[in-house]
């Protein structure tokens, strides 16, 4: 699994290091791809920009596998972590989503691996229905590599995926949708660009972390069904109107 992450964040610097229950945001992010069931090999891709040389420092002291690589090319970046540790898969997670949930990271995998010979591409994004902040790809790296190759385009270049998923006449894309039939991914917003994103996942926190470190999906709805007023705090970004025209770039 390839964690993409810079200091450099376009709408919002440095935000992988603002502190969540005590810890950076990008080590409470970790921990949540880890406690996924799935045995996999988890890698932070950072970028050779000097100010990452901070995320590289983190990634020593807590013994997580760190990747340097180009700092806007992404597509660069998660093909050639994925050769540096022999991936035969690659999973990209973004690092902005300290929410996401892993039983929805392994709902996902699960799906791509009961399905492996009939999907080239498969994601939880295209159309997405989980909340936005539990985001998964998953590649093999022998079509990612076909798409790092032949994308020629900055956006194909800049955001991984789109030279793959925008072509379904080449290739098999799959996607998992919430099995409970809801619809969230306009209405609620689990990841962080903008200082209300800060203080709404902060108060997540706050409210379950201490109780139970693993807090799922299911946990948090909970808690904003109980309290609402949480879910307010950054409302107004929630569904995909506030980023058209705005390139996504961790």
């Known amino acids: 699994m390839v964690i993409q992450a810079r200091r450099s964040s376009t709408r919002m610097h440095d935000k992988i290091m603002y502190p969540l229950s005590g810890k950076p945001l990008l080590i409470r992010m970790f921990e949540r791809v880890r406690s996924s069931k799935i045995k996999k090999e988890i ?33 660069d970046r998660h093909y050639k972590a994925g050769l540096e540790f022999n991936a035969d898969v690659v999973v990209k997670i973004p690092s902005d989503c300290p ?3 892993p039983n929805v990271i392994d709902e996902v995998l699960n799906f791509y691996l009961d399905h492996r010979n009939e999907y080239d591409f498969v994601s939880n994004l295209h159309p997405a229905t989980f909340p936005d902040g539990n ?22 270049r800049e955001h991984t995926t789109p030279f793959i998923r925008e072509r379904p006449d080449r290739f098999r ?8 039939g809801l619809n969230f991914a306009d209405t609620h917003r689990f990841t962080i660009d903008y200082k209300e994103d800060y203080e709404f996942i902060k108060k997540v926190y706050d409210e379950l972390y201490n109780e139970n ?8 709805m909970k808690l904003l069904d ?25």
């Open 43 to 75: 890698v932070v891709a950072t970028t050779t920009d000097i100010d990452d040389d901070k995320v590289v420092e983190i990634c020593k002291e807590n013994n997580i596998n760190y990747f340097r690589g180009h700092p806007t090319d992404l597509l």
């Open 99 to 101: 929410l996401i949930c």
């Open 135 to 156: 985001d998964v790809e998953i590649m093999p790296i022998n079509i990612l590599e076909t798409a790092w190759k032949e994308a020629d385009k900055d956006y194909e």
């Open 173 to 180: 894309t799959g996607n998992v949708e919430w099995e409970t």
């Open 213 to 220: 470190n693993n807090f799922t999906l299911c946990d948090i």
């Open 226 to 250: 109980n309290k609402p007023e949480i879910r307010k705090i950054n409302e107004m970004y929630a569904g995909e109107n506030w980023y058209k025209n705005v390139k996504r770039q961790t």
